[in-house]
């Protein structure tokens, strides 16, 4: 019996990657993918077998569906004949909700929904995860304990999971524009491009480690920062003045209505 990742383009990867680092047999891991030099690819970076998707269904404990939310229909619909009964099927898509993925599978099936976040590359992702109707609680756990795997993994209600990929599903993207935005600030100001790029990388770093700690809030960490009177302070006005908190509350919750938009379809 096998995990099978079914769809390993970017997160599906990061998810790979993550299991494999944190110790996971390549031999427990199956992949299905569509390109052959993909396939070798992820044979030669991650030891891991590529089967065919009824070959997946068939022989796997767990089944991660690791495609694009508009493909995920089709392929439960081609899973369905061939899936063993009691696999669990993990969707990853945004916005699908498990009544739908339910739709697409035999009666019964044990659906888990997982929003999982790219830092799994790293050990460090951050996931969501709800049950379906016939997802028992070791089901779900069992799910969280994979994902726990790659990071940190919380159980929420599937209601909430909308929400939670604005925050983390999609969060990673806004660090990673917050880390542009430095380093061409600091070229703008005239330091050299490697440089600017190492200051903002170590400084997200060592900002994201210290809020990491127990106990501590982020507003108390960014008024140690802040000198009355200082440089800080000036450059916290001017964000303010942009109003950049006020376009992180909209951008979230343009988020959030795209992943529900998502699951209407
Ligand atoms: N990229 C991210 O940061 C996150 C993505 N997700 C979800 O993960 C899913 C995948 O997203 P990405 O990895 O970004 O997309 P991607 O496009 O990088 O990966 C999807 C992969 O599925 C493959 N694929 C499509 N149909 C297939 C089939 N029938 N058989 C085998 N492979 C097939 C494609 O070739 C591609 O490699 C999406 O549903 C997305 O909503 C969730 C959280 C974060
Ligand atoms: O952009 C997306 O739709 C996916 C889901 C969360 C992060 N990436």
Redesign the pocket.
Known sequence: MTHAI???????EAILSGLVSAGWNPADITV???RDERAQELAQRYGVRRVQ?AQAARHSEVLVV????H?VAR?LDEVTNDLRKGTVVVS???GLTTETLEEHLPGGTPVVRV????PALVGKGMSGISGGRHARPEHVEQVRQMMAAVGRAVVVPEHQLDALTAVS?SGPAYVFYVAEAMVEAGVQLGLARPLATELATQTLLGAAEMLARPGVHPSILRENVTSPGGTTAQALKTLDDYRVRAAFAAAMEACRDRSVELGEH
């Open positions: 079914v769809g390993v383009g970017q997160m599906g299905t993918v569509r998707l690791g495609v694009k939310p493909d392929l990853l898509a945004a929003m999982p976040n790219t599903g």
